[in-house]
């Protein structure tokens, strides 16, 4: 297949990219390198792709429509991976436009594309945030998710109704994704395990938000990727059944929810400890209050995907974090 994989040089989608042209697809990265976080980890992560022959880059933004429809109309690509975003909960309470340029222009721009290219699939990334205050565990795509609680989740959770409405008023089979924590190799640097990992190899405290009450489900990358590519080739089918107007996650339109989640939610403290031993140091905890935008748990009801694609996330925690502090030393030198 022809894939076009938005978000090319970010985490997730620098995983994606090499898994789909190692199975032998044709893949489009399309990404603006951005400086929301160190953009020479981005180019590295292209480095790894960019000798394939089965690999082209464009370098542009998501809300430039006329660089996107370039990109349709050159590559015409048989299926969509939208992983592009303007990432981070906290980031959004700083600078919440870029989260509607990026999330919500961005998005509509793929919708459209998709739509006029006639794409035979659409899969985008959504998130565990837009579960928002819901105190019920685990989450499940049959909840409702009507309180967000940053803009970042209410931008994740707008992207699934506007692809519903695609799918409906269009026929555009899109299958939304709530990912769960994704941490690994060349992982984001703005994320907790990077973070910690960085001040413990520096004999520096670490921030532990909640006073490390918090739970969260991490979720290793190899199991997303795996998720992310058992659900591309099942593009959802529209079907007359009026009992799936009850489901939040189905519709009688070609659309789907799933979470990809490691079902196994970690008590924050204990990640930290994993991490410790993995590195083989110590470090100092400074508990602090939780902060405005989290919620205090995370932990995904996987069975909807287990059902439809015969797949659930299973890397123990213990084995991501190794396979994590060995790439991360090897990457830094330290």
């Known amino acids: ?25 044709e893949v489009l990265g399309y990404d603006d390198l951005n400086a929301y976080y160190d953009p020479q980890l981005k180019r590295d992560r292209l480095l790894h792709l960019v000798p394939s022959d089965g690999f082209r880059f464009v370098e542009a ?81 049959e909840d409702p998710v009507d309180h967000p609680v940053s803009l970042y989740a209410a931008t994740k959770k707008a992207n699934e109704l506007m692809a519903h409405t695609y799918s409906h008023l269009y026929g555009l089979p899109t299958t939304g994704l709530r990912f769960f924590t994704v941490y690994g190799p060349w992982g984001r640097p703005d994320m907790s395990p990077f973070l910690f990992a960085r001040r413990i190899l520096a004999g520096e405290p670490i921030d532990v938000f909640n006073r490390g009450r918090h739970s969260r489900d991490f979720t290793y990358i190899d199991d997303i990727v795996e998720g992310v590519v058992r659900v591309l080739g099942r593009p959802p089918v529209g079907r007359d059944d009026s009992s799936l107007l009850a489901s939040p996650a189905t519709s009688t339109a070609p659309y789907r929810v799933y979470n990809i989640g490691s079902h196994q939610p970690v008590e924050l403290l204990r990640f930290v400890e994993v991490l410790e031993d993995c590195i083989g140091r110590r470090v100092e905890r400074r508990l602090l209050p939780m902060q405005p935008g989290d919620v205090p748990d995370t932990y995904a009801d996987v069975e909807a995907l287990r059902r439809d694609t015969g797949f659930a996330p299973s890397t123990p925690i213990e084995d991501g974090v190794a396979r994590f502090v060995a790439w991360y030393r090897g990457y830094y030198g330290v």
């Open 61 to 141: 933004k998501l809300e430039d429509r006329e660089a996107l429809e370039r990109a349709f109309a050159d590559f015409r690509p048989d299926r969509v991976v939208n992983l592009a975003a303007q990432a981070g909960v906290r980031y959004s309470l700083e600078n919440p436009r870029a989260y509607v340029d990026s999330n919500l222009v961005g998005f509509i721009n793929i919708l459209e594309a998709c739509r006029h290219a006639g794409v035979e699939h659409l899969v985008y990334a959504s998130s565990s945030s837009v579960y928002g205050a819901n105190r019920r565990l685990p989450f499940s795509v």
């Open 1 to 25: 297949m022809r894939v076009l994989v938005t978000g090319a040089a970010g985490f997730i989608g620098a995983h994606l990219a090499r898994r789909l042209i190692e199975r032998g697809d």
